[in-house]
């Protein structure tokens, strides 16, 4: 059974900073690449940051420099280190598993398989 679930949500004014986490499970062959994304209210979803098994990482450029994604595939957790946040990431995070290295197309969510059932972030 695949799974992930999120936390670190949170409200935060502007400035500060939170790190999510992606607990994934039901099989390392589920989880090839993995990405964070998010929707706000009124938009449609996007891709912020994915990274592949061996670590290579993608990042938006709209949180470029201010935000990481990271992975311990021993302890089976997705990272999203949001520093400098502002009120326009304010957003309701998901987290995104795939079984395939999709690379380039990271940021599409119909590449995806699996998905967790995200974690608020408001900016004030």
């Known amino acids: 059974h695949v799974q992930l679930v999120e936390s670190g949500g949170g409200s935060v004014q502007a400035g500060g900073s939170l790190r999510l986490s992606c607990v994934f499970s039901?099989?390392?062959?589920?989880?090839?690449?993995m990405g964070w994304f998010r929707q706000a209210p009124g938009k449609e979803r996007e891709g912020v940051a994915a990274i592949d098994s061996d670590g290579t990482t993608s990042i938006a450029d709209s949180v470029k420099g201010r935000f990481t994604i990271s992975r311990d595939n021993a302890k089976n957790t997705l990272y999203l280190q949001m520093d400098s946040l502002k009120p326009d990431d304010t957003a309701m995070y998901y987290c995104?598993?795939?079984?395939?290295?999709?690379?380039?197309?990271?940021?599409?969510?119909?590449?995806?398989?699996?998905w967790g059932q995200g974690t608020q972030v408001t900016v004030s």
């Open positions: 995104a598993g795939s079984r395939f290295a999709i690379h380039n197309r990271w940021n599409l969510e119909y590449e995806y398989n699996y």
């Open positions: 039901g099989g390392s062959d589920n989880f090839r690449f």
